[in-house]
Antibody, heavy 120, light 108 residues
Framework: EVQLIQSGAEMKKPGATVKISCKVS????????IHWLQQAPGKGLEWMGL????????IYAENFQGRVTITADTSIDTAYMELSSLRSEDTAVYYC?????????????WGHGTLVTVSS | EIVLTQSPATLSLSPGERATLSCRAS??????LAWFQQKPGQAPRLLIY???NRATGIPARFSGSGSGTDFTLTISSLEPEDSAVYYC??????????FGQGTKLEIK
C-alpha cells in the first residue's frame, strides 16, 4: 500500500522558516516526482513545486520562487519542503503528492497534510 | 499561466439527481485535465484524468468529458457521500500545474 506520511503541525512566527517532511512507503521512491501543494483555510489548491528524487533537482512555481526549497533524501525515501520568510498568508495545510503512474502523470497519492500556522 | 475557471461556485442537488460541473481553461489544455474531489479535513482524491479516464476505484457514476478549453464532470446519480468540493487541474503547460477555484456540491 502506497503511503505518504507527513510530519506534524507547526506553529511559527512571522519571518521564520518551516521544514515539512514526507516519507514515502509502498512505492519506489526514485520512480516519481514528489509534488508539494498549499491550501490556505477555506481556499483552493496551489501547486508549489516538485523534486525529481533521481537527481534532487527541483522545479518551483514562480509564486514561491526564492522562498521555497524542495529536496529529496533517497537514503530514507523522504522529501522535504522548506518555506522561509513566513507571513500570515502562509498559514495553510501543505500536502505532498505523487503520481504513481497508474493514472498517467496525475497526482493519485497524497499525504494527509501538514497544518502550518503563522502567527505572532 | 493557464487559468481554470469552474462553474457554478456552488451546486445544491438531491440524491439521485444528476450533477454537471464545468471547467473552462484560458487556453487549450488538450486533454491534459484532471478532476479531484475533496471532503472536509481530507486530502484531494483523484477522480478523472486525461479528461475522461476514471482513476482506480472510482465509481462509474463519475464521468468526465471535453477537450481543448471546455470540460465537464458529470455525476450521474448523486449519493449523499458525493457532498464535497470538486477541483479541476491541468498539466498541459507547466510549471505551474494549475487548479480551478473549486465547485462546492451540496447534497440536500
Amino acid at each position: 500500500e502506497v503511503q505518504l506520511i507527513q510530519s506534524g503541525a507547526e506553529m511559527k512566527k512571522p519571518g521564520a522558516t518551516v521544514k515539512i517532511s514526507c516519507k514515502v512507503s509502498g512505492y519506489t521512491f526514485l520512480d516519481s516526482y514528489i509534488h508539494w501543494l498549499q491550501q490556505a483555510p477555506g481556499k483552493g489548491l496551489e501547486w508549489m513545486g516538485l523534486v525529481d528524487p533521481e537527481d534532487d533537482k527541483p522545479i518551483y512555481a514562480e509564486n514561491f520562487q526564492g522562498r521555497v526549497t524542495i529536496t529529496a533524501d533517497t537514503s530514507i525515501d523522504t522529501a522535504y519542503m522548506e518555506l522561509s520568510s513566513l507571513r500570515s498568508e502562509d498559514t495553510a495545510v501543505y500536502y505532498c503528492a505523487i503520481p504513481s503512474g497508474a493514472s498517467g502523470s496525475y497526482l493519485d497519492y497524497w499525504g494527509h497534510g501538514t497544518l502550518v500556522t503563522v502567527s505572532s | 499561466e493557464i487559468v481554470l475557471t469552474q462553474s457554478p461556485a456552488t451546486l445544491s442537488l438531491s440524491p439521485g439527481e444528476r450533477a454537471t460541473l464545468s471547467c473552462r481553461a484560458s487556453q487549450s489544455v488538450y486533454s491534459y485535465l484532471a478532476w479531484f474531489q475533496q471532503k472536509p479535513g481530507q486530502a484531494p482524491r483523484l477522480l478523472i484524468y486525461d479528461a475522461s479516464n476514471r482513476a482506480t476505484g472510482i465509481p462509474a457514476r463519475f464521468s468526465g468529458s471535453g477537450s481543448g478549453t471546455d470540460f465537464t464532470l458529470t455525476i450521474s446519480s448523486l449519493e449523499p457521500e458525493d457532498s464535497a468540493v470538486y477541483y479541476c487541474q491541468q498539466r498541459s503547460n507547466w510549471p505551474p500545474y494549475t487548479f480551478g477555484q473549486g465547485t462546492k456540491l451540496e447534497i440536500k
